[in-house]
């Protein structure tokens, strides 16, 4: 069964630094992976995916992520943090076999931005 | 283009009564997925619908239940309450096909007393 790991539950950051919030994926075939974030009590806005071709993959508001198949990895990154970055990510995984139609969550990284 | 739209954007029930949310998904989308979101237990599936046919089913008891109208409209249903239920519901549409990125709308705030 397909499932998604994010290291650490939450991040601080200062404004103006690296953030790197670190998301891996268990799978047997080659995944859809996406990136979600999540402002309080709102939904989820996607902020980009990967499904196939190109590894490093840009998003909205300045974020990238990079498929990494040998470390099954999908990390997301963004080399300036913005006070608004504050909220809650989520990385997912879609089946891709099967036939199935769901995602796969984790269990979410909240990222704090220092001043 | 409308978003995914849920309603109400917040409910409070009482234990043992049971409440109905309803999702309407961006026009074109014929695949509708529900989630349960608390502090707790993270992003949990809890259903899928796709022409009015449940496609997959998360590990949820059979309190919940769901369904999908022609107009790819759908409704979940939660009854005989439990305190636990108490969370964010969250509904998704997309394009058919796996990898097709999900739009979620704002959620229904479900509290149980």
């Known amino acids: 069964a397909q499932s998604v790991t994010q290291l650490g539950s939450h991040v601080s950051v200062s404004e103006g630094a690296l953030v790197l919030l670190r998301c891996n994926y268990s799978?047997?075939?080659?995944?859809?992976l996406f990136w979600y974030v999540q402002y309080p009590n709102q939904g989820l806005q996607l902020l980009l995916k990967?499904?196939?071709?190109?590894?490093l993959v840009k998003g909205i508001n300045g974020f990238e992520a990079e498929f990494k198949k040998s470390e099954t990895s999908f990390h997301l990154t963004k080399p300036s943090a913005h006070m608004s970055d504050a909220a809650e990510y989520f990385c997912?995984?879609?089946?891709?076999?099967?036939?199935?139609?769901?995602?796969?969550f984790g269990t979410g990284t909240r990222l704090k931005v220092l001043a | 283009k409308a978003g995914v739209t849920q309603t109400p954007r917040y409910l409070i029930k009482t234990r043992g009564q049971q409440v109905t949310l309803s999702c309407s998904p961006i026009?074109?989308?014929?695949?509708v997925s529900w989630y349960q979101q608390t502090p707790g237990q993270g992003l949990q599936f809890l259903f899928e619908y796709f022409s009015e046919t449940q496609r997959n089913k998360g590990n949820f008891p059979g309190r919940f239940s769901g369904r999908q109208f022609s107009n790819s409209r759908s409704e979940m249903n939660v009854s005989t309450l439990e305190l636990g239920d108490s969370a964010l519901y969250l509904c998704?549409?997309?394009?058919?096909?796996?990898?097709?990125?999900?739009?979620f709308g704002q959620g229904t705030r479900l509290t149980v007393v």
């Open positions: 026009s074109g989308h014929r695949s």
């Open positions: 799978s047997s075939v080659p995944p859809y």
């Open positions: 998704a549409s997309s394009l058919a096909g796996v990898g097709n990125e999900a739009f």
């Open positions: 990967y499904t196939t071709g190109a590894t």
């Open positions: 997912a995984v879609s089946d891709r076999s099967g036939g199935t139609y769901k995602y796969i």
